[in-house]
């Protein structure tokens, strides 16, 4: 599958933060792997008055750390050109086309484009017009624009951003992006569930009892206080990662391994979420901020954000997908900033077993966890004899060995900038995904600025207020990671 790809990038905010901290290293490892070799070049293009020459060795320090750099790195860096360009500015348009199709000649790229949106969403819309009207869209290869995440702050500003790249591009050649979806353990939902007949046996309401999903972070606002203050945990996490990774373990199993299979039962799954009621919503969510704690500033004492500020640094929530094989089944999330460590795992509680065979009282559930972040690890808990006399039990791991072939794992940007190469928008967010995602996280919002629920505190380095414990306990459930 990975043969040489003939391609043109051109990256708009080419000196951002995302550009030199995952796009240049990313497509390094192609250029490593030999998927981008003779045929390709890449236009940065932002405000700033840099050369190629400043681009390429940015682009050498980008990818500084990789031992390969050492012989590669001047001849990858070598198919950089800069681009000093104005978004709003018609004229940059036209030098961005001559540029283009100059690199197009001299790297006979055929005519292969991507549109890398690596900039403020704002811009979206006018970049999308100008490719089109300045003919930087080609008609001899393809054109497909990759777009960065927020996607909108809401449903109807979703759908303007959206309208107005898709009148320029069709939905085949958009590719949204969602980090979670290029991450190896996360595409490994898809494969434990629907190629093992132990777990696809036990995937639904009959046996799971419920569902965890935690996404912890250990920083706080940092740089990006002035976009957080406008988001928030619930728009910034929820509507685009956690609702993907429910669409990924509830949806129903896709009559094939095709993009448009997946993504129809994917779609079923979001728009299949149960919708709450305000005063549920206030049941059923907790939101909060973090307060001084662990020697770190409170949230409201950071840079750039209002004494006042209300914007929640912590969601956690009960939600259901209301399918043939989910519905009953609570599915308990929670995201947050200055939480006690960065991870990202899943844990699926299976229900307790009745047997008059054992004392059902010391039987342990069975839980599958997966381990998207720190480590890509899944474990099984189960229940074992205890060595020696007698019948005790006790809880043991078992842990599924998933780098068999001691691969190194590919970075998530590095499997989503060749899936767009190959045109496969499997792994990205499909419009009808995101309109489901923010219909539900608005009736949330909606719900929280009329004044339903709370506003919690928790001190830095906790895992979230106590009232996020109390919405299992109610339940008489408990998270099962403690945060250690
Ligand atoms: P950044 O502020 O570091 O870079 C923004 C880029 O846009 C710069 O190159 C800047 O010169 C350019 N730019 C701004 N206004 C311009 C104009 N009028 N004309 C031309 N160029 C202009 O931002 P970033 O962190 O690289 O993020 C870029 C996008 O990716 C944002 O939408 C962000 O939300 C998203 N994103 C970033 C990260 C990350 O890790 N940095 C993660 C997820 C999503």
Same mark, same amino acid.
């Given at each position: ?26 497509? =390094?490892?192609? @250029? ?7 045929? =390709? ?7 700033? +008055? ?31 050109? %800069? ?10 348009? $036209?030098?961005?086309?001559? *540029? ?20 403020? +969403? ?9 490719? &089109? ?15 960065? &995440? ?11 951003? !959206? ?16 980090? %979670? ?6 595409? !490994? ?35 990006? /206080?002035? %976009? ?9 996490? $929820? ?42 919503? /206030?049941?059923?969510? $907790? ?11 409170? %949230? ?19 939600? =259901? ?17 200055? *939480? ?10 299976? &229900? ?44 043991? *791991? ?10 190194? $794992? ?14 496969? /928008? ?9 309109? @489901? ?27 979230? +207020? ?19």
């Amino acid at each position: 599958m990975e043969i040489e790809q003939k391609a043109l990038f051109i990256i708009f905010g080419g000196t951002g933060d995302l550009a030199k901290r995952k796009l240049y290293p990313s497509l =390094f490892q192609l @250029y490593k792997k030999g998927i981008l070799k003779d045929n =390709f070049a890449i236009i940065g293009t932002a405000r700033r +008055p840099w050369s190629d020459e400043h681009l390429q060795e940015v682009v050498k320090e980008a990818i500084e750390g990789d031992e390969a750099a050492v012989s590669l790195g001047a001849e990858f860096a070598s198919h950089f050109y %800069y681009q000093s360009h104005n978004v709003n500015d018609t004229e940059h348009y $036209v030098t961005l086309r001559k *540029l283009a199709e100059k690199l197009d000649e001299k790297y006979q790229i055929e005519g292969n484009r991507l549109f890398y949106l690596a900039m403020s +969403p704002r811009f979206f819309g006018t970049i999308a017009q100008h490719l &089109k009207s300045q003919k930087i869209v080609t008609t001899k290869g393809y054109n497909r624009v990759i777009v960065e &995440k927020p996607f909108g702050r809401d449903f109807e500003s979703a759908k303007d951003l !959206n309208d107005s790249i898709s009148k320029y591009f069709p939905e085949e050649d958009f590719f949204r992006i969602d980090h %979670y979806l290029g991450k190896e353990m996360i595409q !490994n939902i898809m494969a434990l569930r629907f190629s093992n007949n132990l777990f696809r046996a036990v995937w639904n309401n009959r046996y799971i009892d419920n569902i965890q999903i935690t996404l912890s972070e250990a920083l706080g606002v940092e740089e990006r /206080a002035g %976009y957080y203050e406008t988001a928030g945990a619930l728009r910034d996490m $929820v509507q685009n990662h956690i609702l993907q990774i429910i669409s990924l373990l509830t949806m129903n199993m896709p009559a094939s391994y095709s993009e448009s299979d997946i993504r129809r039962e994917k779609i079923y799954a979001l728009k299949s979420l149960k919708k709450y009621s305000a005063v549920k919503v /206030a049941e059923n969510f $907790v939101r909060a901020q973090y307060s001084a704690g662990d020697g770190q500033i409170g %949230y409201l004492q950071e840079n750039e954000i209002a004494n006042d500020s209300t914007t929640e640094t912590f969601v956690a929530g009960k939600l =259901f997908v209301n399918n043939e094989n989910f519905s009953g089944v609570p599915i308990y999330i929670r995201t947050g900033k200055r *939480l006690t460590k960065k991870t990202t795992r899943i844990d699926i509680s299976f &229900k307790e077993m009745e047997t008059s065979f054992f004392d059902s009282k010391k039987l342990g559930r069975n839980i599958l966890t997966i381990n998207v972040e720190p480590e890509g690890k899944v474990f099984l808990q189960t229940n074992i004899k205890k060595i020696g006399q007698g019948f005790d039990l006790v809880p043991s *791991l078992m842990e599924l060995q998933l780098n068999n072939e001691n691969v190194v $794992v590919p970075e998530a940007y590095e499997k989503l900038l060749l899936d767009a190469l190959l045109g496969d /928008a499997t792994n990205f967010a499909h419009w009808e995904e995101v309109a @489901y995602a923010w219909k539900f996280v608005d009736s949330i919002r909606k719900a929280w600025d009329d004044g339903n629920g709370n506003l919690a505190e928790y001190p830095c380095g906790s895992m979230g +207020p106590r009232e996020s414990e109390e919405l299992l306990e109610r339940d008489g459930h408990q998270w099962v990671f403690d945060g250690e």
